[in-house]
Nanobody, 124 residues
């Protein structure tokens, strides 16, 4: 089993920054892709970013490209999402997830462990 715990969410003004962390326990995550997804009220959970198990490749959604950066520290079993130039439409609960393979992935069914989420609210 893998437990994932997100932190770093909060309330920020538009244009501000937040750094989300996802700490994994139970098993190593170094052989698996890690992803960030988000879900706003009334919307489906959507892909944000994914990083490969080794950390040398990533996929970032067009909606956040150039503003969000995903990274990982396998020595600490932790994944990060640096969010800059935040917009009100970025408001959502952000979830991290562990993939079933080493390569980064967009589809939710390619992730089998999920955290409980952390709320990000961007005010205008």
């Amino acid at each position: 089993q893998v437990q994932l715990v997100e932190s770093g969410g909060g309330l920020v003004q538009a244009g501000g920054s937040l750094r989300l962390s996802c700490a994994a326990s139970g098993r190593t995550i170094s052989n698996y892709a890690m992803g960030w997804f988000r879900q706003a009220p009334g919307n489906e959970r959507e892909f944000v970013a994914s990083v490969s198990g080794s950390g040398d490749s990533e996929i970032v959604a067009d909606s956040v490209k150039g503003r969000f950066t995903i990274s990982r520290d396998n020595t600490k079993n932790t994944v990060f999402l640096q969010m800059n130039s935040l917009k009100p439409e970025d408001t959502a609960v952000y979830y991290c997830a562990r993939g079933v393979q080493a390569f980064p992935a967009v589809k939710r069914y390619l992730y089998n462990y999920w955290g409980q989420g952390t709320q990000v609210t961007v005010s205008s």
